[in-house]
């Protein structure tokens, strides 16, 4: 299978972390339709009991657009990925991006964002087994055998933020 190129360009974009109740619940849109609309899993398999909790931080991916509707030239944003941090288990894990947008290296950006801001040693929330190569290229490695989760199977993801 041939991997297609694109010679669009990566759009403007923002990392910043979910603050406010608007930009958190622009995460969980992502993350519903993603998961959820898009990939078959259950709102009560998505929307955990982390969801609810102080031990959590979503970082918000937007891209920037031209605004005529703002007369200082301030972009608009569109959100488009979300990683969430469990900060309590030092893991990262449901990492979306909405599929328009995935040809731009945003789940790496995302992931590069993680590491920006944590700055000590993470472990990757178990991810689908079609998932490994892209965090193997972002410097993960598996650790431990494979499992099942939500009826798929997953791996647990492990990097050393220490040595990025």
């Known amino acids: 299978m041939a991997t297609q190129q694109t010679d669009r360009q990566r759009p403007q974009y923002e990392v910043v972390v979910a603050d406010t109740p608007e930009l958190v619940?622009?995460?969980y849109d992502i993350r519903i339709e993603v998961f959820v609309t898009e990939q078959g899993f259950s709102i009560d398999d998505e929307m955990d009991q982390y969801d609810n909790g102080a031990q959590v931080v979503h970082l918000l991916l937007s891209v920037l657009e031209p605004s005529d509707a703002n007369p200082i030239g301030e972009p608009k944003r569109v959100p488009v990925g979300v990683v969430r941090i469990i900060t309590a288990k030092n893991k990262l894990g449901r990492l979306a991006i909405l599929k328009p947008y995935r040809s731009y290296g945003f789940?790496?950006?995302l992931v590069e964002s993680v590491?920006?801001?944590?700055k000590s040693q993470l472990k990757k929330?178990?991810?689908?087994?079609?998932?490994?190569?892209?965090y193997e290229?972002?410097?993960?490695?598996?650790?431990?055998?494979?499992f099942e989760e939500d009826g798929a199977p997953h791996q647990k993801m492990v990097i050393d933020i220490t040595r990025i």
């Open 125 to 134: 929330d178990d991810e689908k087994i079609h998932a490994i190569p892209f």
């Open 137 to 146: 290229k972002c410097g993960y490695h598996a650790e431990g055998p494979q």
């Open 115 to 118: 590491h920006d801001w944590a």
């Open 25 to 27: 619940q622009a995460c």
């Open 107 to 109: 789940g790496k950006v």
